[in-house]
């Protein structure tokens, strides 16, 4: 059987925030859909932050170098390792800082990150606040 659309489980949403009551943020997702927010102590914030190119791009060649040493100490011609490539790397282009409350304002953009299916919830509890960087339009 199919999985129906009915069937994905949705945690996590983005919306325009159209207003912000105490510790309640009212999540605007399109014309016809708006979701409240709940948050407490336990929400965490996240501000990301762009990375110059510069910085950017010295962990991209990192990244390079780390990949080829884990391929030479562990390829040998004819010989199938049964260890899989440990990717404990990860080339992110922002950086987390930690934000608050205060940095969520009316207009921008969040992802809101819940524990539980949301998909049709009209009002959840946000575990996470994901604030992304403005858009730089040149």
Request: aromatic content about 0%; hydrophobic content about 45%.
């Given at each position: 059987s199919a999985l129906s659309?009915?069937?994905v489980k949705i945690n996590s949403l983005s919306g325009t925030v159209k207003a912000i009551n105490g510790?309640?943020?009212?999540?605007?997702?399109?014309e016809s859909d708006e979701r409240t927010a709940e948050t407490d102590s336990q929400t965490k914030i996240y501000i990301l932050e762009q990375k110059s190119p510069e910085q950017y791009q010295k962990e991209v060649e990192e990244y390079n170098k780390k990949t080829q040493e884990q391929n030479n100490g562990r390829l040998t011609p004819g010989k199938i390792s049964g260890a899989p490539l440990v990717s404990n790397l990860s080339l992110e282009a922002f950086t987390k800082k930690i934000g608050s409350l205060a940095d969520i304002k009316n207009g921008i953009t969040i992802t809101v990150v819940a524990a539980e299916d949301i998909k049709d919830a009209k009002q959840f509890k946000a575990l996470d606040i994901i604030i992304p960087p403005p858009v730089v339009t040149r």
């Open positions: 659309l009915n069937d510790s309640t943020i009212i999540l605007k997702i399109n």
